[in-house]
């Protein structure tokens, strides 16, 4: 246990469905993060959330929309999503304006179909 | 802004052999290092850190890096690798005071028996 839970592990979609990745941590962190990790590329910082704030949003597409109703929960809703979208979607959380590393989740892996 | 270079994205060795891994980075202030392991379907791991003190650093599973500000390098390395260790290393930098981890692309370890 990472201290970093997310749900669910697997999943897998339609392009036409909506479904949430939770993300969860008892840390005592103030700041959460989603990566983007697909085969063959690195990782990518999707956003961005300081003490509940989105703080980053690198260009991603309109149909992740992420929510994080306090610092300890953190959300991303799928909707309309497209093949391409498919790949492990990591959660992290660290301590804000703090440079001391990240704590991960163990990931979601999303299947678009 | 800083940035993490993995020259090598795939590197196999035989079991029970050394290994280095090699990171360098550039930063116009001083930072903080990370190596993190990911094992296959699984998020990403802290291997060991460097803040601060001794440029030698210790990690988990027999692992150590050293920080080399002259050649603004962060090599991991392990004199006796195990099947165990086979999965894929990231490199991380951040600044001082600030929570935003840039990453390399990764690198691959495959352990041969």
């Known amino acids: 246990e990472t201290g970093v839970t997310q749900t669910p592990r697997h999943l897998v979609m339609g392009m036409t469905n909506k479904k949430s990745l939770k993300c969860e941590q008892h840390l005592g962190h103030n700041a959460m993060y989603w990566y983007k990790q697909s085969a063959k590329k690195p990782l990518e910082l999707m956003f961005v959330y300081n003490f509940k704030e989105q703080t980053e949003n690198n260009s991603v597409p309109s149909r992740f929309s992420p929510e994080c109703p306090n610092s300890s929960h953190l959300f991303l809703h799928l909707h309309t999503l497209q093949p391409e979208d498919s790949a492990l979607y990591l959660c992290?959380?660290?301590?804000?304006?703090?440079?001391?590393?990240?704590?991960f989740g163990s990931g979601t892996r999303l299947t678009v179909v | 802004a800083q940035s993490v270079t993995q020259l090598d994205s795939q590197v196999p060795v035989f079991e029970e052999a050394p290994v280095e891994l090699r990171c360098n980075y550039s930063?116009?202030?001083?930072?903080?290092l990370f190596w993190y392991v990911q094992y296959p379907n699984q998020g990403l791991q802290l291997l060991l850190k460097?803040?601060?003190?001794?440029?030698l650093v210790k990690g988990i599973n027999g692992f150590e890096a050293e920080f080399n500000k002259s050649q603004t390098s962060f090599h991991l390395r392990k004199p006796s690798v195990h099947i165990s260790d086979t999965a894929e290393y990231f490199c991380a930098v951040s600044n001082f005071g600030n929570e935003k981890l840039t990453f390399g692309t990764g690198t691959r370890l495959t352990i041969i028996p």
């Open positions: 460097y803040l601060s003190g001794s440029t």
């Open positions: 930063s116009s202030v001083s930072v903080y």
């Open positions: 992290a959380s660290s301590q804000a304006q703090d440079s001391y590393g990240y704590t």
